[in-house]
């Protein structure tokens, strides 16, 4: 069964950090290109972050660059999602998402991906 496992979510305070997991299982992430999406409380899912194929381009949303860094672990078929400088506006569940891609066109931030997670629950808060 082909499928995408997230790990790592949980409570932090502001100014916490926190690091998402999201291993495939079935399948190698080795030719995918991989991405973070969240869904806040009462609001829709957004893209936060995603690596490409080679792990060569990254891309963030305005909200969170300079404090999230996306990477990935070819050995441990893993990518990984630094969390730094948490605000209680980054709650929200965590999805991972990942597609087979070519192999040096850049990630999108948008529902193309074939696979999803579950999500994972992050909650920002004192």
């Known amino acids: 069964q082909l499928q995408l496992v997230e790990s790592g979510g949980g409570l932090v305070q502001p100014g916490g950090s926190l690091r998402l997991a999201c291993t495939g299982s079935g399948f190698t992430l080795d030719n995918d290109a991989v991405g973070w999406f969240r869904q806040p409380p009462g609001k829709e899912r957004e893209g936060v972050s995603c690596?490409?194929?080679?792990?060569?381009?990254?891309i963030y949303a305005d909200s969170v660059k300079g404090r999230f860094t996306i990477f990935k672990d070819n050995d441990k078929n893993t990518v990984y999602l630094q969390m730094n400088s948490l605000k209680p506006e980054d709650t929200g569940v965590y999805y991972c998402?990942?597609?087979?891609?070519?192999?040096?066109?850049?990630?999108?931030?948008?529902?193309?991906?074939?696979?999803w997670g579950q999500g994972t629950q992050v909650t920002v808060s004192s």
């Open positions: 998402a990942a597609s087979e891609w070519k192999l040096f066109s850049p990630c999108v931030l948008s529902n193309e991906y074939d696979y």
């Open positions: 690596i490409s194929v080679t792990g060569g381009t990254t």
